[in-house]
């Protein structure tokens, strides 16, 4: 009984301290994000990175570069995908990471990514909510970044991205990306 009455005190504490009883927890399950993506016929387009950052903005981990920016590219085209160049730190990027992220222009239509709710070092993150980011050049510097939130940890949940263009009428050269989104699936 002794027992019982301190633990109900110390969740009585912890609740009236504004402290989450999931604070500090390990986040489990998947965050799939999906987008369709269409190809752009002409010169300096079609390069995506698709990374996370935790709410503050920290980078945490890329899931996939267009093999051209992710293996040095940025530094011939310096408009390439320049936001996540710098969030990422890319060019301070492990040749390990380089590789596992990077691959060929994806096939036009949906595609989906898969986080297994690990950093870039391989820890698994804490739950919480993180910014799923997609960055496309769809001509030159004309670009769009597709950005959402979405909570790991909990319940199953769905986040819908909103694109901003720069410069603002970058659409008008074409739509390169659309219907971002990403799904958080609790382990079963």
Do not use: C
């Not at 996370?52 to 310096?78: C, H, M, P, S």
């Amino acid at each position: 009984m002794k027992i019982f009455l301190n633990v109900i005190l110390l969740l009585i504490f912890i609740s009236m301290a504004g402290i989450p009883l999931s604070a500090g927890q390990e986040s489990s399950g998947t965050v799939t994000i999906s987008y369709v993506l269409h190809k752009i016929p002409t010169i300096a387009s079609n390069q995506i990175a698709v990374w996370i950052e935790d709410k503050d903005g920290n980078y945490v981990k890329t899931l996939f570069a267009t093999q051209f920016t992710a293996r040095g590219g940025f530094k011939k085209r310096l408009q390439s995908l320049p936001e996540w160049i710098k969030t990422s730190d890319w060019e301070n990027r492990s040749q390990a990471e380089i590789d596992a992220v990077s691959g060929a222009t994806q096939r036009a239509g949906t595609n989906e990514l898969l986080w297994d709710l690990t950093d870039n070092t391989g820890k698994t993150v804490a739950a919480g909510t993180y910014v799923y980011k997609i960055e496309g050049i769809i001509y030159w510097e004309n670009r769009v970044i597709w950005q959402g939130k979405i909570n790991v940890g909990g319940e199953r949940n769905t986040s819908i991205a909103e694109a901003t263009y720069f410069p603002q009428d970058a659409n008008e050269r074409g739509i390169l990306l659309e219907q971002v989104k990403a799904v958080y699936s609790p382990p079963r």
